[in-house]
């Protein structure tokens, strides 16, 4: 099993460019997360969802949209980049039982993005 | 969720366990306590959870007080690649709708050659 994966794995953007990153999991779990991680921040919640075709907003949700067409995968957009957006993006995804969401999440790799 | 206290950093030499402790003295009686490390530029990793027994996997062992008040994350024999931060947390399970993780400060073990 890969696990969670995400693509790409670096980008470098100008500001109001468009980009979407990619999150594809094949643990079958219902959940799945996007955080971005700063330095010196810890993880912030941007958007997650609790199964295919629907979606919720998390802590830091603004300038994102996500879509989740298919169970095994979540795509985070950005519409137009801003510097502030410069950041370390990680997927996550867990399991359910009974609608009880689980703590244990299984992150990807990250995508280091750039905006300059 | 209850409040965690962990050392800033720790130092281990390679090939002996390491003992990582973890203070949760207002934990509540439905929390869990879990355990993540993230390596330095990688993504944070799942290493175990309990809720009252002591746990083992191939990973790890969590050893928790009766009390619940504090636990102990043991690797029995560390390696370089376990350099990371490592995080405790504790954490209630919940119906309907998600949270995101929240990491503390964390402890910085450097396991040392």
């Known amino acids: 099993n890969a696990g969670v994966t995400q693509t790409p794995k670096f980008r470098v953007l100008k500001t109001g460019q468009s980009m979407t990153l990619l999150c594809a999991q094949d643990?079958?779990?219902?959940?799945m997360y996007w955080y971005r991680q700063d330095p010196g921040m810890g993880l912030r919640l941007i958007h997650y969802s609790v199964g295919e075709g629907t979606t919720a907003k998390g802590e830091v949700p603004d300038g994102y949209n996500v879509s989740r067409l298919k169970k095994q995968n979540f795509l985070l957009g950005l519409e137009s980049a801003a510097p502030s957006q410069t950041s370390v993006y990680f997927c996550a995804s867990s399991y359910t039982s009974g609608g009880i969401q689980f703590w244990t999440q299984y992150f990807g790799p990250g995508t280091r993005l750039l905006v300059l | 969720d209850a409040k965690t206290t962990q050392p800033t950093s720790m130092d281990c030499a390679e090939g002996r366990a390491a003992n990582l402790p973890c203070n949760h003295s207002?934990?509540?009686?439905?929390?869990?306590v879990y355990w993540y490390r993230q390596i330095h530029s990688q993504g944070p990793q799942y290493i175990i959870h309990?809720?009252?027994n002591n746990e083992t996997n191939e990973m790890a062992s969590l050893i928790i007080t009766e009390d619940r008040k504090s636990s102990t994350l043991i690797l029995p024999h560390a390696t370089l690649r376990d350099t990371a931060v490592y995080y405790c947390?504790?954490?209630?399970?919940?119906?309907?709708?998600?949270?995101?993780?929240?990491f503390g400060k964390g402890t910085h073990l450097i396991i040392q050659p």
């Open positions: 207002t934990i509540s009686g439905n929390e869990y």
């Open positions: 947390i504790v954490l209630a399970y919940s119906g309907g709708g998600a949270d995101g993780l929240t």
């Open positions: 309990g809720l009252k």
């Open positions: 643990m079958n779990h219902e959940y």
